[in-house]
């Protein structure tokens, strides 16, 4: 019953995409990409990617973070661990030129590498990359090993150290496991937008965008190809889906 | 002839020991079974014994779908599972794993099968509230 509502959702948004499709030149028309039915599994035609805006991201400010937290469920809920120990999905990292004194500040979580070191190095098979490039931990068989924190160049993973209770439904998390942003899953297979970009548009300060990497009409790939957007630690040749503008 | 008579005797007063045992072996039997509480809605997605028998082949089957391919139809989701099977009582309060009250422990408790899904997943439907103040998890 659950199943028909959101098919019938999806095949109606699909329509009122199709119907939005916008002429911008003639003979030339801009369609929104139709949201993938819920039967159907991610494929590698998305890229799904993020891009950041450094220089409209505020020293101090920290709504990216806080509205991961409350999405996902992470930090409060890890009452017995240490501040080291306690997860952290998404963090600010704040950059000072030491020569000139400028200041960049800026959010760090999983980069969604296409050659992710976390998966390459799991001997489960728990760490793993989807179709579309979001890079997940399968919890179900994740032995707890910490190889895959070890390997991340960006400290992006986190161990839970103690057991939880009161986890959202669509972000299970638990004792013995290894975690990271999750580019909120469970959103973009909604058509929806990561809960940091949001709460950061939200917000006014409109220095993060989500979208498909692979599809050259996208806000990100426009911006991309318009300004260009360099990665973190590009030297490791990781490729990664997050990429920052203005560093 | 009196001995038969004392021997036949002797074996109705067995038969009747037997019954008696077995009555009231019976009724802890009883006492011990269960108590699977009733879910929200008329009918489940598969049929009872079918899925008495086979319900963590289905939730394995489709963990894998969702999580690995993004597969999220809702058939076989452990979300919806507990949407119908921990729905909120006439009190509007639900119960915890820990707790025998709660669905999915009501069985495994009887079953002695230790289960930790919900170390991970949430026990409740989101919204819900808790009927105890008590932490749950094993
Ligand atoms: S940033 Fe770290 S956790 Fe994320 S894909 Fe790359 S190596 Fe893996
Ligand atoms: S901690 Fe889990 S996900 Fe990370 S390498 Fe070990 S088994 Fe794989």
């Known amino acids: 019953m659950k199943q028909d509502t959101d098919m019938n959702r999806r095949r109606f948004l699909g329509q009122a995409a199709a119907a939005a499709g916008l002429a911008v030149a003639p003979g030339v028309m801009l369609y929104e990409v139709q949201a993938r039915p819920a039967g159907e599994a991610a494929t590698s035609k998305q890229r799904w990617g993020m891009l950041i805006d450094t220089t409209k991201c505020e020293v101090g400010c920290n ?11 992470w930090g409060a809920s890890e009452t017995k661990s240490s501040t080291e120990q306690q997860a952290q999905w998404i963090r600010k990292v704040k950059l000072t030129d030491k020569q000139t004194g400028h200041v960049q500040s800026l959010p760090l979580m999983c980069q ?11 001997p489960t098979g728990a760490s793993m990359k989807r179709a579309d490039g979001i890079v ?3 919890k179900h068989i994740c032995i707890g090993c910490r190889y895959c924190m070890m390997a991340c160049p960006y400290k992006a993973r986190s161990f839970i150290h103690e057991s939880l209770s009161g986890q959202k439904a669509h972000a299970p998390r638990g004792l013995g496991t290894v975690e990271s942003c ?14 940091c970009v949001e709460s950061c548009n939200a917000k006014g300060h409109k220095a ?6 692979n599809d050259p009409n996208s806000e990100i790939s426009k911006r991309l190809k318009e ?11 990781l490729n990664t889906g997050v ?3 203005g560093l | 002839m009196v001995y038969l008579q004392r021997h036949i005797r002797k074996l109705v007063t067995l038969v009747g020991l037997g019954i008696l045992l077995s009555l009231s072996l019976t009724s802890q039997a009883a006492d011990l079974k269960p108590v699977i509480p009733t879910a929200k809605g008329g009918q489940c997605v598969e049929k009872t014994d079918v899925m008495r028998k086979n319900h963590m082949e289905f939730i394995l089957h489709q ?3 969702t999580l690995r391919r993004g597969i999220r139809t809702s058939k076989h989701s452990l979300k919806e599972c507990i949407e119908c099977h921990n729905a909120p009582a006439n009190d509007g309060k639900v119960a915890r794993i820990s707790e025998k009250d709660h669905f999915c422990s009501s069985c495994h408790t009887f079953a002695a099968v230790k289960i930790d899904c919900f170390e991970c997943h949430a026990d409740k439907p989101e919204a819900a509230q808790y009927r105890t103040s008590a932490k749950g998890g094993h």
């Not at chain 1, 709504?63 to 469920?73: I, L, Q, R, S």
């Not at chain 1, 969604?112 to 799991?122: F, M, R, Y």
């Not at chain 1, 300004?227 to 630690?233: A, K, L, S, V």
């Open chain 1, 136 to 138: 997940l931990v399968d």
């Open chain 2, 63 to 65: 963990r894998n779908d």
């Open chain 1, 63 to 73: 709504d990216c973070v806080t509205a991961c937290k409350t999405e996902n469920g």
């Open chain 1, 208 to 213: 993060m965008y989500f979208g498909d990497l």
């Open chain 1, 112 to 122: 969604h590498c296409e050659t992710p070191p976390c998966v390459d190095v799991c």
């Open chain 1, 227 to 237: 300004f260009g957007g360099q990665q973190i630690r590009a030297d490791l040749g």
């Open chain 1, 243 to 245: 990429r920052y503008q």
């Open chain 1, 182 to 195: 999750t580019l909120c899953v469970h959103r973009v297979d909604k058509d929806g937008t990561p809960a």
